[in-house]
Antibody, heavy 123, light 110 residues
Framework: EVQLVESGGGLVQPGGSLRLSCAAS????????MTWVRQAPGKGLEWVAN????????YFVDSVKGRFTISRDNAKNSLFLQMNNLRVEDTAVYYC????????????????WGQGTLVTVSS | QSVLTQPPSASGTPGHRVTISCSGS????????VNWYQQVPGTAPKLLIY???QRPSGVPDRFSGSKSGTSASLAISGLQSEDEADFYC???????????FGGGTKLTVL
């Protein structure tokens, strides 16, 4: 059974940093792109970042470029999101998800999701 | 504002059919496949449709997806009370070089 378990969320002041982790199990982690998606309280889903299987390609939504970094440790089946210079508008539940590919990268979809971890940015 | 436009709400009575639209542009829906997710409030999203019209195993055939030009639709037939949830469309946007989601549609089963 595919399992994704996020951790590392919490309360942080504006301008602060936080590192989210996602522990993966039940599948061959090295075979999949991985992604982070967030959801602000009462709002819709927003894609944050993607990372290729070997970490050689990374994509970010414009609003986090230069502040967030996505990485992975394939030996430990783990995905990370380093969030720096956090803003109030980054407050959200952050989900990690596994990316399956229909026929190419641009047809990818998130077929398994974690339960999410809440990040609150407030003074 | 979301790049993909969905109606904020939809409703239907048990046993009937409802459709949810998702409107985009040439750089997103017009160029790439569309996926749909279902989210019951307080829980993680669940994949409903991928590749415009493909159902993952375990998703009832009451759910179907389609795409035409720069728009996509999700149809739910034989509506059931447990279908009440928020529904999101998503695809890749070539101009933004990133994944984009619709704003979500809240489905109410009357």
């Amino acid at each position: 059974e595919v399992q994704l378990v996020e951790s590392g969320g919490g309360l942080v002041q504006p301008g602060g940093s936080l590192r989210l982790s996602c522990a993966a199990s039940g599948f061959s982690f090295t075979n999949y792109y991985m992604t982070w998606v967030r959801q602000a309280p009462g709002k819709g889903l927003e894609w944050v970042a993607n990372i290729k299987q070997d970490g050689s390609e990374k994509y970010f939504v414009d609003s986090v470029k230069g502040r967030f970094t996505i990485s992975r440790d394939n030996a430990k089946n783990s995905l990370f999101l380093q969030m720096n210079n956090l803003r109030v508008e980054d407050t959200a539940v952050y989900y990690c998800a596994r990316e399956a590919v229909y026929y190419d990268f641009w047809s990818a979809y998130s077929d398994s999701w974690g339960q999410g971890t809440l990040v609150t940015v407030s003074s | 504002q979301s790049v993909l436009t969905q109606p904020p709400s939809a409703s239907g009575t048990p046993g009937h059919r409802v459709t949810i639209s998702c409107s985009g542009s040439r750089s997103n829906i017009g160029s790439n496949t569309v996926n749909w997710y279902q989210q019951v409030p307080g829980t993680a999203p669940k994949l409903l449709i991928y590749g415009n019209d493909q159902r993952p195993s375990g998703v009832p055939d009451r759910f179907s997806g389609s795409k035409s030009g720069t728009s996509a639709s999700l149809a739910i037939s034989g509506l059931q009370s447990e279908d009440e949830a928020d529904f999101y469309c998503a695809t890749w946007d070539d101009s933004l070089n990133g994944r984009v989601f619709g704003g979500g549609t809240k489905l109410t089963v009357l």
